[in-house]
């Protein structure tokens, strides 16, 4: 990783789970084949890259915005409706990804450029107004977006689970459509992750800390703050839309409430503080805590022993608690226990440890 | 052409207070003006105004002939005007080395540069380190700035104002809370920096031993408005200075 950014995680346990991380997601669908554990992969490759790119604003530039499902909607819509129409296949992919990107990242710093030279807190509310309309946008254009039903599409046949790549399984495994849109997905997520580890290390990058750690002093050497803030923006919205087109390719279908509610947003939000805001590798793992949060949580409590309900006095106190749709509050436990133990978030206070 | 810093009947006013007064003054290269004065008597407003912090209620700021007046504080900075702050204003989490280094990157143009990586541009960051031999601190490059005593933030300070190589530079009460053995680094870097002899120098100083010490010539604010302007000796011995400021230190 040395030549590409020089950038570490900078624990021996954060580069540990990093490490961890990485691999399980490659090995994943030769050790748990099926289409839920690669579901859950490639939710976790994606967020990765949405939470990375919502670190750049919140964790190195300190911008807070609440915007940010509407420029990864952006990059999904844009995959789905040339699909959904049947404009060609891999090309609409690559056109829609393209230009979801582009009109993301320029809306993204326009949004910037005009609300930004208000005080914080009215740029927070502008963006909350942005994401409020995007929803209603999305919502009532049905003849674009197909309304609340959303859109379904078909992806090119060898993106497709009837697709065989190899006639002989590998490792045990069937090597089709579905297998290679992961990988796809995996890659291409990897490659978005390191290109922001190394835009956030680059000269650029070190001015968005600086103006996150005094804008005024950053103005007074000469940075113009609102350009560089514009700018930020206009990347994190770029790299959100990248995340959304991968989205809609692992879905295959495109709706308001996958893409664009405000659960999507505290989600990226709690990825971002539990892994540790401004260091990139840490919204990677908040990332995949979250996701597998989501997956498993309701699962682990399903599969809770029957004896620990049994128990007496115990039982009837905790039984309720444990029942599987209270998976949230065992989230909300779990978020308040890591903020508890990681303050500055899992890898920030890996590194306050290294450095004390 | 000689790059003068001039200030044309330059006014703030801030309801109805009037916090600097029509000041017109000004000043050549080579020479370093102390401006004295009262608590409250506008210096570092006067400051804010040159540097672009603050933006006049009436009146003009030109250096070198160009009309500053209406230009943003960056845009004043990347002209050549330098600034460091009375009340320390570092990055605090960032190291030592990168306060310098962000200054030193400034002053190349080099901050929009999103290819490259930061850490490969060695020229700049010697160029850090040699500022922060200038004003021995070396030893702390790599702690955060916010860890730093009080005296070593305003030679930090001090340093990233030497990063930014301006034309104009602001000095506002440079050692202020330093204790009397660290005083010495900041002030002999700054007579260094007068013996370049092309430099326009602004210190706003209270301590009268250190102005007598550097001062080519004393300006003397009182109630926002100008009131004495000479050589400092001559400065320091009029009534009206003994009255608005000395009367109680001297």
């Known amino acids: ?356 | 052409m000689e790059r003068v810093l001039l200030t044309r009947d330059l006014t703030i006013r801030f309801g109805g207070q009037v916090a600097v007064d029509r000041v017109s003054c000004a000043f050549q290269p080579g020479t370093l003006t102390a401006i004295v004065g009262p608590n409250g008597a506008g210096k570092t407003t006067y400051f804010n105004l040159i540097s672009g912090q603050l933006r006049p209620s009436g009146g003009e700021v030109f250096l070198g002939g160009a009309r500053l007046t209406h230009m943003s504080a960056p845009a004043r900075a990347r002209r050549g005007l330098g600034r460091a702050f009375q009340l320390t204003n570092l990055f605090p989490d960032l190291s030592v080395l990168e306060n310098v280094r962000l200054a030193v990157q400034a002053q190349a143009g080099t901050g929009l540069d999103f290819l490259s990586m930061a850490a490969s541009h060695a020229d700049l960051r010697d160029r850090a380190w040699a500022q922060l031999e200038r004003v021995a601190l070396t030893a702390r490059a790599a702690t955060p700035a916010s860890v730093l005593s009080h005296g070593d933030q305003r030679k930090l300070e001090v340093a990233i104002l030497m990063a930014l190589e301006p034309d104009v530079f602001m000095f506002d009460e440079p050692t202020a809370g330093m204790s009397v053995d660290e005083m010495p680094v900041v002030l002999d870097l700054i007579e260094r920096l007068k013996a370049s002899g092309d430099k326009i120098i602004l210190l706003v100083e209270h301590k009268m031993d250190v102005v007598r010490r550097l001062a080519d010539r004393v300006i003397v604010l009182h109630n926002g408005a100008l009131v004495a302007d000479g050589e400092p000796a001559e400065v320091v011995a009029s009534a009206i200075v003994r009255e608005a400021y000395l009367g109680v230190s001297a």
């Open chain 1, 1 to 356: 990783m040395k030549p590409l950014s020089g950038d570490r995680p900078g624990h021996p346990a954060a580069t540990a789970l990093i490490l961890l991380l990485l691999a399980a997601l490659v090995a994943l669908p030769f050790v748990l084949p099926g289409a839920r554990a690669m579901g859950t992969g490639g939710r976790i490759a994606i967020f990765v890259v949405l939470a990375a790119s919502y670190d750049i604003l919140l964790g190195y530039t300190g911008i807070v915005s609440f915007a940010h499902t509407v420029f990864f909607a952006i990059g999904a819509y844009a995959v789905a409706i040339p699909l959904a129409r049947g404009w060609g296949g891999w090309e609409s992919i690559l056109l829609g990804t393209l230009a979801g990107a582009v009109c993301a990242a320029t809306l993204s710093a326009a949004i910037a450029l005009l609300s930004l030279r208000v005080r914080a807190i009215f740029f927070s509310m502008v963006t909350l107004a942005a994401a409020s309309l995007a929803q209603l946008l999305a919502s009532q254009m049905r003849d674009v977006t197909g309304g609340e039903d959303g859109i379904t599409f078909a992806l090119p046949p060898a993106l497709t689970p009837a697709f065989r790549l190899l006639a002989e399984p590998l490792f045990g495994t069937r090597v089709d459509g579905r297998m290679l849109t992961y990988y796809l997905i995996l890659a291409v997520a990897l490659i978005l992750f390191l290109a922001m580890l190394r835009i956030v290390n680059s000269p650029f990058g070190r001015v968005l800390q600086a103006i996150r750690e005094n804008a005024f002093r950053a103005e007074a050497l000469g940075y113009r703050v609102v350009t560089y803030r514009a700018l930020a923006s206009g990347l994190a919205g770029g790299f959100a839309a990248l995340a959304g087109s991968l989205f809609a390719l692992q879905l295959r279908y495109v709706g308001p409430d996958s893409v664009l509610s405000f659960d999507i947003m505290v989600d990226i939000l709690l990825m971002v503080v539990i892994g540790g805001m401004g260091t990139l590798f840490g919204p990677a793992l908040g990332a995949a805590l979250i996701v597998m949060c989501h997956t498993y949580l309701q699962l682990a409590l399903q599969s809770m022993p029957q004896t620990v309900r049994d128990l007496p006095l115990i039982g009837p106190l905790v039984g309720p608690l444990l029942a599987p749709d209270r998976w949230l509050l065992w989230l909300g436990v779990l978020f308040v226990a890591i903020v508890y133990a990681f303050p500055a978030g899992i890898v920030g206070t890996l590194r306050q440890r290294r450095r004390a």
